[in-house]
């Protein structure tokens, strides 16, 4: 299926993958080029020119430090997509399994297992993380545990009420008639089948985490300076809102396109098997 | 359902991109030119004075309570509840006549029971000593206070020292009061009138003051959430005096009000544990020292405003102060990289440390970040941790568990008080700093009885301090203070209080 042909819905462009395509292709550009080249070296600081507004040789100024805010930006996309996709991935792995195996299995096993979830849910996300940073102290890798542990339920939810309508359908009666064990029939059957909610579950988690990570570092609980992250960058531009609003409106930016980008992707998948 | 997500993600991105936003709201400062409202961002601690711990308590406590003596503004410290003091030729016993008619705010006229009372319990010689009184460790010379006659009340020490009367400006209270914590009842030119814990605390002008009367006759401070929500409240002119402005708020700072600068009268430095391997090495210290270039750090974090300093003291010291260290490691990457090579490090084994820095202090969170710029370019690696207050004082101040930290020390009015942590022994010896020249030196300063020897005992030891690059001292940062233009005459001093009865309606 080429490009062109997924863009479009029912014969028409669609715009919302249009936008959402080119909005997470600007990001993801952004930040795989800031992984190898950045105009500026991110960190260097110049106090000759703090706080210069958006001009050729600073696109986005800089900062109060006198360092160069596109740069910055660059750097810390890749930081805060990275975060969020670790993040996604070990809460999707382990939600993925846990939700499988109780939604498959059901029992008191899984009677207890989803009121732990339910617990867990129920706590505010950034309470928690909050609590496991104050006891694991402060850094990317914690920061990353913390808010993957806190990202399973929503998954194990998800993965779940999909197995719990999945088990009972005839494939699945006669997958077990053929002899197929539980494994096989967990992941090779069903897991394919519930592909759909599990990818929109996959982007809106993504955005969720993106978002968590800006929250945890704007409390500079996640990233430690001078190490440059989207939320880290709002936190320290807070000061200078009036003053210098570009410190706050690139990384704010940024992380709309992203957030924004992979939302209205995410919305199109989950649509069509709705 | 497709509305709904693309209008959350929106919401979401809108909430972190704004989510810097304070309320513009909050009531008008009052007409009234006889009140202000002064905006402070710590709450209390304690309204007991004995029992706070905090510095930002203190300075507020300072308009309700007095000591024997108080600091004033030129750094030397004036009679309140005494009148009159002499201190014996041999440093041991200081004798102290009170002031007649000095009245606590509850009516009662304090006696030498009462000033016996508040100094015992300060120095923890009370037979049942509160465990929640905070107990001032350089008043543990005192062996005995005692009454003499109605008026006089005479300390004896166990050993010569000629600075206590810095630390006797801990504040008289009623003997045998019990409600202290929730009405706490003074002699100062200000009473309580209420207090919200995390929203507000009120005084008003005390009638019966001995001295000269306040010319506002009520002062409201409001606790503030944070330094941004402070200037907002500022900016909307619900908040008259705001002692704690940042150079950038400074810079934004509203037409009716006026900016007063003076100085935090603060050693702010990058301590490093001197027990910690390569910090052992005298080299490796003053490699760092020489590594600082501190009229860029002054420039980015300061706005070029702020003193350099070159040991653990402040210029408002006045004559104990030796401003010729201030150059004594000036700016020399190429030294600092020497110092460091014969330390035995060089780009294949670069000198790796880790700062942990007291994540809520913005001005050491920057310097932090200046500072590991400019280790880079000698090849120096070092990493920054952000920690908790809390946390900073369990494992950095108490248990000395860190490689390098930046915090900014203040000190009570004694020369003493500022360089007594370095001495081997001393409880909070964080620096883990062992020099027992500087012991021996410092016994003898602590010991002199003739200002001049005083004077030269305690620039040797400066003198020591940074010769050994003991830490990185960095700087007295500028104080910047918002009054509102209705009013005049904030007055700063050298040690860390906050004095609105001097404050002026202006005309």
Redesign the interface.
């Known amino acids: 299926m080429s490009v062109a042909c997924w863009l479009k819905k029912d014969g028409k462009y669609n715009i919302n993958r249009i936008i959402g395509l080119l909005f997470v292709a600007i990001a993801l550009l952004i930040s795989l080029v800031g992984c190898f080249y950045t105009p500026y070296d991110p960190n260097a600081m110049n106090a000759d020119i703090k706080n210069a507004a958006p001009s050729f040789s600073h696109l986005f100024g800089t900062d109060n430090f006198g360092r160069d805010v596109f740069s910055r930006v660059m750097k810390g996309a890749g930081t805060t997509f990275l975060v969020g996709i670790s993040v996604v991935s070990i809460g999707a792995v382990c939600g993925c399994l846990l939700g499988a195996f109780t939604g498959y299995f059901g029992g008191l096993a899984d009677l207890i297992l989803m009121r732990v979830n339910d617990a867990l849910a129920a706590i505010p996300s950034i309470l928690l993380a909050l609590v496991f940073v104050s006891v694991f102290g402060s850094g990317t890798v914690q920061l990353v545990a913390a808010l993957g542990i806190l990202f399973i339920p929503s998954f194990a939810r998800v993965v779940r009420s999909g197995f719990v309508v999945q088990k009972e359908l005839d494939y699945v009666k006669n997958a077990r008639l053929m002899g197929a064990g539980h494994l096989r029939i967990m992941f090779v059957h069903i897991l394919p089948n519930i592909k759909s909610s599990l990818l929109s579950a996959l982007a809106i988690g993504f955005n969720n985490a993106v978002l968590s990570e800006a929250a945890m570092s704007y409390l500079s609980l996640g990233v430690q300076p001078p190490d440059a992250s989207l939320g880290r960058m709002l936190s320290e531009a807070q000061p200078y809102l009036f003053r210098a609003p570009w410190n706050a409106v690139a990384p704010g930016l940024m992380i709309l396109i992203s957030v924004l980008g992979v939302g209205l992707l995410s919305l199109e998948g989950g649509e069509k098997h709705d | 359902?497709?509305k709904k997500?693309?209008f959350?993600?929106?919401l979401?991105?809108?909430t972190?991109?704004c989510?810097?936003n304070g309320g513009r709201t909050g009531e008008k400062g009052s007409e009234d030119s006889l009140s202000a409202v002064v905006g402070i961002t710590q709450d209390l601690d304690s309204l007991d004075p004995h029992k706070a711990v905090s510095a930002g308590t203190d300075e507020v406590l300072f308009n309700v309570f007095e000591g024997l003596v108080k600091p004033s503004v030129d750094g030397t410290l004036v009679p309140a509840v005494a009148k009159d003091y002499t201190i014996a030729p041999d440093g041991m016993s200081y004798t102290f006549t009170l002031r007649e008619n000095v009245k606590f705010h509850n009516g009662e006229v304090v006696t030498a029971d009462d000033v016996v009372y508040s100094i015992k319990r300060c120095a923890g010689l009370l037979d049942n000593p509160d465990p929640e009184v905070v107990v001032e460790s350089a008043l543990s010379v005192i062996s005995a206070v005692d009454k003499v006659g109605e008026d006089t009340v005479v300390l004896k020490l166990s050993e010569p020292n000629t600075e206590l009367l810095g630390f006797l400006t801990c504040f008289i209270i009623p003997e045998d009061y019990t409600e202290q914590e929730s009405k706490p009842v003074g002699t100062g030119p200000y009473r309580f009138v209420s207090y919200t814990p995390l929203t507000s605390f009120v005084v008003e002008r005390f009638e019966d003051y001995y001295g000269e009367q306040p010319y506002l006759s009520k002062v409201t401070f409001k606790i503030c959430a944070s330094?941004?929500a402070a200037f907002m409240e500022l900016l909307s002119g619900s908040i008259d005096v705001f002692p704690y402005l940042?150079d950038?708020?400074a810079?934004?700072l509203p037409e009716d009000y006026n900016l007063a600068v003076g100085s935090t009268n603060v050693v702010q430095a990058m301590f490093l544990n001197n027990a910690f391997g390569p910090f052992a090495d005298n080299k490796v210290r003053e490699a760092l020292c020489y590594a600082v270039d501190k009229e860029?750090l002054l420039?980015?974090v300061g706005g070029g405003r702020g003193h350099v300093i070159g040991s653990n003291m402040f210029p408002n010291f006045g004559v104990y102060y030796d401003e010729t260290l201030e150059n004594y490691y000036t700016y020399q990457p190429e030294k600092a990289k020497e110092l460091l090579k014969a330390a035995g490090y060089d780009e294949s084994n670069p000198l790796k440390f880790t700062v942990k820095v007291p994540?809520n202090y913005?001005i050491h969170?920057?310097t932090?970040?200046?500072l590991?710029?400019q280790y880079?370019k000698v090849g120096v690696q070092a990493?920054?941790?952000?920690?908790?207050w809390s946390?900073w004082l369990t494992d950095v101040y108490r248990g000395r568990e860190y490689e390098a930290t930046i915090v900014a020390l203040d000190s009570a009015l004694a020369p003493s008080d500022v360089l007594k942590r370095y001495v081997s022994t001393a409880k909070n010896n964080f620096v883990n700093y062992n020099n027992p020249e500087f012991d021996e030196v410092f016994a003898k300063a602590l010991a002199s009885t003739v200002e001049s020897e005083k004077v030269s005992l305690y620039k040797e030891i400066q003198q020591l301090l940074t010769k050994d690059a003991a830490s990185v001292y960095l700087q007295d940062g500028a104080k910047l203070v918002a009054v509102n233009k209705k009013f005049t005459n904030f007055l700063f001093y050298p040690v860390y209080v906050l004095d609105v009865a001097a404050l002026k309606p202006a005309e």
């Open positions: 359902m497709k997500v693309f959350l993600a929106l979401a991105s809108f972190a991109l989510a810097c330094n941004d940042t950038e708020q810079a934004q860029e420039n980015i994540s913005d969170v920057a932090a970040q200046v590991t710029e880079k990493e920054i941790q952000l920690i908790e946390a």
